[in-house]
């Protein structure tokens, strides 16, 4: 594939990246050590390190990495949080969206100021279709939580760690799916 990468003034880029097709990165940013980038957009004051990127777009001002994989039609828009083994296909981030660890994001939306707990899983695939999932501006997604799609997620909605969510929430919506706790005592001796 041809290689032809423009960088920007003042960008450091480690020599350990790997880049194919049309790679554009602006200003100000650090491209850290053994990223491979393909087909991809950065903007300006960025933050990335130990990541696979692939035609996508990349905002302004964001951290991702390191082992962050974003590929498929992804816009990073500005200011977000893109952590360790997060993966992100063919979704958008708004501003100010923080994914840190754990977690993958696919044929979604998630609009301004969400966070994203460790472990969820947006579940877009039921077999034949894929469907899409909207999350809405300041909601909390607690840790190891599923968002079967199709669903959309309201603005300012909190859900609880480990719930699995198949309907869609209104805005300022709290939601907890839990099942009970079964404790089976003296099961050695038995």
Same mark, same amino acid.
């Given at each position: 594939?041809?290689?032809?990468?423009?960088?920007?003034?003042?960008?450091?880029?480690?020599?350990?990246?790997?880049?194919?097709?049309?790679?554009?990165?602006?200003?100000?940013?650090?491209?850290?050590?053994?990223?491979?980038?393909?087909?991809?957009?950065?903007?300006?004051?960025?933050?990335?390190?130990?990541?696979?990127?692939?035609?996508?777009?990349?905002?302004?001002?964001?951290?991702?990495?390191?082992?962050?994989?974003?590929?498929?039609?992804?816009?990073?828009?500005?200011?977000?949080?893109?952590?360790?083994?997060?993966?992100?296909?063919?979704?958008?981030?708004?501003?100010?969206?923080?994914?840190?660890?754990?977690?993958?994001?696919?044929?979604?939306?998630?609009?301004?100021?969400?966070?994203?707990?460790?472990?969820?899983?947006?579940?877009?695939?039921?077999?034949?279709?894929?469907?899409?999932?909207? $999350? =809405?501006? &300041? +909601? #909390? *997604?607690?840790? /190891? @939580? %599923?968002?079967?799609?199709?669903?959309? $997620? =309201?603005? &300012? +909605? #909190? *859900?609880?760690? /480990? @719930? %699995?969510?198949?309907?869609?929430?209104?805005?300022?919506?709290?939601?907890?799916?839990?099942?009970?706790?079964?404790?089976?005592?003296?099961?050695?001796?038995?």
């Amino acid at each position: 594939m041809k290689k032809n990468v423009i960088v920007g003034k003042n960008s450091f880029v480690d020599p350990s990246n790997v880049f194919e097709g049309e790679v554009v990165i602006g200003e100000d940013n650090y491209i850290g050590p053994n990223n491979i980038i393909k087909n991809t957009v950065i903007g300006n004051h960025n933050h990335i390190e130990f990541s696979y990127i692939e035609d996508s777009t990349i905002g302004d001002d964001n951290s991702i990495g390191p082992f962050s994989h974003i590929r498929n039609n992804s816009i990073i828009h500005n200011n977000t949080r893109i952590g360790n083994y997060v993966e992100i296909k063919n979704s958008e981030l708004f501003d100010k969206v923080k994914c840190a660890h754990l977690t993958y994001l696919g044929d979604c939306k998630v609009d301004e100021e969400t966070n994203i707990g460790c472990g969820v899983i947006t579940a877009n695939y039921n077999g034949k279709t894929k469907e899409r999932t909207i $999350i =809405g501006k &300041n +909601c #909390f *997604i607690g840790c /190891n @939580s %599923v968002l079967i799609a199709p669903i959309t $997620i =309201g603005d &300012n +909605c #909190f *859900i609880a760690a /480990n @719930s %699995v969510v198949n309907k869609s929430l209104n805005n300022d919506s709290f939601a907890i799916e839990r099942n009970s706790l079964t404790i089976k005592h003296n099961r050695e001796s038995k």
